[in-house]
């Protein structure tokens, strides 16, 4: 089992900065992706952005440029850095980690709550 806990959501005015945090810890793999997803209240959750163990990264368009995800190995932690955050951000954002042996294993932490308002 894989633990995945969250931490530095809160409310911020459109435009500015946030850092989400994800601490893993448990049974994980040598080789394993990391990720943040987000739900908008009546919405499905989306991808915002995922990093390989070798710091490969990918981000939904609507983040591109904004938002930067990066992890420490050693502490099998991943961040989100979120700036020039807009209302549309709002949401609850939900931790992500994927690893494979033999079939696909995926966990999710508990989530935590960005809201972006003036």
């Known amino acids: 089992q894989v633990q995945l806990v969250e931490s530095g959501g809160g409310l911020v005015q459109p435009g500015g900065s946030l850092r989400l945090s994800c601490a893993a810890s448990?049974?994980?793999?040598?080789?394993?992706?990391m990720g943040w997803y987000r739900q908008a209240p009546g919405g499905q959750r989306e991808l915002v952005g995922r990093i390989s163990t070798g710091g490969v990264t990918n981000y939904a368009d609507s983040v591109k440029g904004r938002f930067t995800i990066s992890r420490d190995n050693a502490n099998t932690t991943v961040y989100l850095e979120m700036n020039t955050l807009k209302p549309e951000d709002t949401a609850v954002y939900y931790c992500n980690l994927e690893q494979f042996r033999f079939r696909k294993y995926t966990y999710w932490g508990q989530g935590t709550q960005v809201t972006v308002s003036s």
């Open positions: 448990g049974s994980i793999f040598n080789s394993y992706i």
